[in-house]
């Protein structure tokens, strides 16, 4: 009878835990190399951070050796009602778009749809005559604003590791990332065509190449991904991943019933103030292919062991070893310099200084040493800006995903899981 009625869930694609989604349940910590006395120090540090009120609440998931070593959730899906955080809480990804509107992009490398040396505008024309903008200091110490033409054109491979130029917008002093909200580049009810339509009439903020600037560089993917392929993005995004690898509650909403799942954040900052983070069942015109999804713990753990198994999971091939071998390469030249905000992103900065680089989609490790932070060469992260956080570490066949609603915690915890998580592994 049971396995008569998974057959069933299955067929439908309806959503199932990640202990019945291909992801076994380890007997216990121990049998996958963790301790559970040590993994507790991580469940007591969230539980005290909830307690003293760093967070609402997070959801754990971590995997090692194909089998999970840990999923739990802590606090509350809704503080204010007091609802509990579930395992299964539906949360905004943000930027963990990023990595799937990636592996869209390189489905269509394989299929001969779009090569990572073309030039943007061979699939946006009006990228081909944007300006970059000048900075030139008179010896007055006045500066002078100028533009000038792309030294080369942006290409696909530089909007895959934001070096293409652009930026995200930021009230302030600097003119480029003025323009960005000045122009509402980020529309809700804007269509991707709209967007890159857009940013073509703004100066790039650097010449392609030259610095790692995060911007919205995935943004400009997701449009080139619906130009290549001839379908919407979220609809490509649908048939060719989330569907294939049975990712029932991820997508750029959910359906109404499922709005109670959904995780809310609480007042936090300087201002005491609820983050204006989008309820998991808004629809929206413009589909953000650098931060417009929402997803499970569950489901995140699934899709990394789509990467952990080669490309494919459950019979269900999505990407070649190949891609994935260049997707989780350093791709940022050596002599690439940081935009002047990036030291924002602290032990997170893909730069050799933190023995980091960029990938397709994600930063990645390159040394042992140097960064604060524990992990191995070769392992690959990224995070939103609502606090979702996610690494995976292929030396220690291990993948992890941190869950919750969270601007002000965001950087503090993806410290405390790193540190956490390793020292509870100890066993190979």
Known sequence: MLSRTIAVVLALGIALPAAAQGIPKAQSPEEVGFVATRLKRLSDRIEEGVKNNELPGAVVLIVRNGKIAMFDAFGY???????????????????????????????????????????????????????VSTRNKNPDGTVELGLEPQFRPMTIQDLMRHTSGLTYGLAGSNPVKQSYIDMKVMDPGQTNAQMVEKLSKLALLYQPGTHWEYSMSTDVLGRVIEVASGMPLDKF??????????????????????????????KEGPKNEVPAIPDVTLKTTW?????????????????????????????????????????????????????????????????????????????????????????????????????????????????????????????????????LVYQALIGN
């Open 237 to 266: 995004i649908e048939e060719r991943i989330t569907k294939p690898l049975r990712l029932g509650d991820t997508g750029f909403d959910v359906s109404p019933d499922k709005k109670d799942r959904g995780a809310h954040p609480q």
């Open 77 to 131: 899906r809704d503080k204010e009602t007091k609802a509990p955080m579930k395992t299964d809480t539906i949360f905004r990804i943000a930027s963990m778009t990023k990595p799937f509107t990636s592996v869209a992009a390189m489905i269509l490398v394989e299929e001969g749809k779009l090569t990572l040396a073309d030039p943007v505008s061979k699939y946006i024309p009006a990228f081909a005559d944007t300006k």
């Open 287 to 419: 589909k953000s292919g650098g931060g417009g999804m929402v997803s499970t713990a569950a489901d995140y753990a699934r899709f990394l062991q789509m990467f952990a198994n080669g490309g494919q999971l459950d019979g269900a091939r999505i990407i070649s070893r190949k891609t994935i071998d260049l997707m989780t390469s350093d791709h940022l030249p050596p002599d690439i310099k940081m935009g002047d905000d990036m030291w924002r992103f602290e032990a997170l900065e893909p730069s050799a200084r933190m023995g980091q680089g960029f990938g397709l989609g994600f930063a990645v490790r390159n040394e042992q040493g140097r960064n604060p932070l524990p992990g191995s060469p070769n392992d690959y992260y990224w995070g939103g800006a609502w606090g979702t956080y996610f690494w995976h570490d292929p030396r220690e066949h291990m993948h992890v995903v941190f869950m919750m609603q969270s601007r002000t915690a965001r950087l503090p915890y993806r410290y405390l899981m790193r540190d």
